[in-house]
C-alpha cells in the first residue's frame, strides 16, 4: 500500500501566515553564514541541511488521505486536501471519466468533508464514487453541505455516480482485495478510525478520537485495533499541557498519547496528524522530537527492542509500507 497525505491539518484550513513565513526566511539566512550564496548548487545543498521546519511545511488543508492498494484506489475524508487530490486525479483516468474510488468517512465535521465540493472527478460523468461510513443518513449529510445557502452547486449537479453503503462497525469487509475494519473513537457525534490490510500490511487511520484514560483497561480496544500496524496515522492536535488543561473533552490526542499506544501496539510507524490551526511548522517538528524522545524512554524502560519511527503528515508526502 502507498499512502499520500493530501491535507493533515484539523478544525479548519490553516495556510501559513506573513509571521511565519518570516521567521522561516530569518532561520535560513540567518544560518546561511559561510555559504557561497552565488553559487545555486551550494545553495541547494545548504536548503537539503536545513531542519524540516524551516525548509518544509505540514501544509495548511483539512484531513485527506489517498491510499492505493495496486489498482485499488481508497480516499479517507474528505477535507479540504481532496481538491488537490482530485486536481491530480483529473490527469489520469478521472479525467476522462474512467475513474473509481473507494471513499471512507470517519466523521461529518467540516474538516472531514468540506474539499467533496471541489474534487473536480465529481463532475465528470462516467466517474464512480463509493461511500462507507456507519452513519445511514450519510447521503443527506453530504447533499445538505451543498444546499444552496452554503453552496451554490447542488450535488444533483455532479455528474459522477456515487454510491452510499451504511457499515456495520462490528463487521469487517472487503474493498477489492482489501480488507476494512473500523472501530468507534470517542469524539463528538462519533468518529471512526479504519484498519486496512492489504498483502500483508496493515495501515490504521484514527483521526479525531480522544484518550482520557490511558491505562491497559481503558485503551485495550485501541491497543488490539492499532495492533502492529506497518502505519498508524494519529490525532495529535494538542499538547499534553493543553488536553489536560483546556481542551479536555474537545475529542482530540497528542503526540506523547500517539506515541504510547504505538509502542504498546508494536507500530512499526507512527504518523502525527489533524495538526492545531494555530501549530507552526517548528511546533510541529517539536512534536515529533517529543514523541521520538517518549519513544526512547519507554523502550529503555521495558527493553522492547522494536523502533517506532514518528513521522510527521506532511502535504504532499507519500509512503510506502
Ligand atoms: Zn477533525
Ligand atoms: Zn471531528
Known amino acids: 500500500m502507498k499512502v499520500t497525505f493530501w491535507g493533515a491539518r484539523g478544525s479548519i484550513p490553516a ?8 521567521e522561516k526566511l530569518k532561520a ?90 471541489f474534487f473536480a472527478p465529481a463532475y465528470v460523468r462516467g466517474n464512480k464514487l463509493h461511500f462507507y461510513s456507519p ?7 453530504f447533499e445538505d453541505q451543498q444546499r444552496e445557502i452554503y453552496f451554490p452547486v447542488a450535488m444533483d449537479y455532479m455528474s ?69 500496524a506497518d502505519l498508524l496515522i494519529f490525532d495529535a492536535q494538542y499538547s499534553f499541557e493543553q488536553v489536560i488543561d483546556e481542551k479536555r473533552d474537545w475529542g482530540h490526542s497528542t503526540p506523547k498519547m500517539g506515541a504510547e499506544l504505538a509502542f504498546r501496539a508494536r507500530c512499526k510507524r507512527l504518523a502525527l496528524t489533524h495538526h492545531d490551526p494555530l501549530a507552526t511548522d517548528e511546533r510541529l517538528w517539536n512534536a515529533v522530537a517529543e514523541a521520538y524522545n517518549y519513544l526512547a524512554f519507554r523502550s529503555r524502560g521495558s527493553g522492547q527492542s522494536l523502533e517506532t519511527e514518528v513521522i510527521l503528515a506532511q502535504e504532499g508526502r507519500t509512503v510506502e509500507l
Open 135 to 141: 452513519f445511514p443518513d450519510l447521503s443527506t449529510r
Open 28 to 117: 535560513a539566512l540567518l544560518g546561511a553564514v559561510g555559504v557561497d550564496l552565488t553559487d545555486r548548487a551550494a545553495v541547494d545543498e545548504y536548503i537539503a541541511r536545513l531542519p524540516q521546519w524551516i525548509a518544509s511545511t505540514a501544509g495548511g488543508n483539512t484531513t485527506c488521505m489517498e491510499v492505493r492498494a495496486d489498482q485499488t484506489l481508497l480516499i479517507l475524508d474528505c477535507g479540504s486536501g481532496m481538491r488537490l487530490l482530485g486536481n491530480a486525479l483529473m490527469r489520469e483516468a478521472f479525467g476522462k471519466g474512467q475513474g473509481e474510488a473507494h471513499i471512507l468517512i470517519s466523521h461529518t465535521h467540516w474538516d472531514h468533508i468540506q474539499g467533496f465540493v
Open 15 to 22: 495556510p501559513m501566515g506573513q509571521d511565519e513565513l518570516r
Open 160 to 228: 459522477a455516480t456515487r454510491t452510499w453503503t451504511v457499515l456495520d462497525p462490528n463487521e469487517a469487509f472487503q474493498i477489492n482485495d482489501v480488507k476494512v475494519e473500523l472501530m468507534l473513537l470517542s469524539h463528538p457525534g462519533g468518529a471512526y478510525a479504519y484498519r486496512l490490510t492489504h498483502q500483508g500490511k496493515v495501515l490504521v487511520y484514527a483521526t479525531d478520537g480522544e484518550y482520557q484514560r490511558m491505562d491497559a483497561e481503558h485503551t485495550a480496544r485501541y491497543v488490539d485495533f492499532f495492533r502492529d
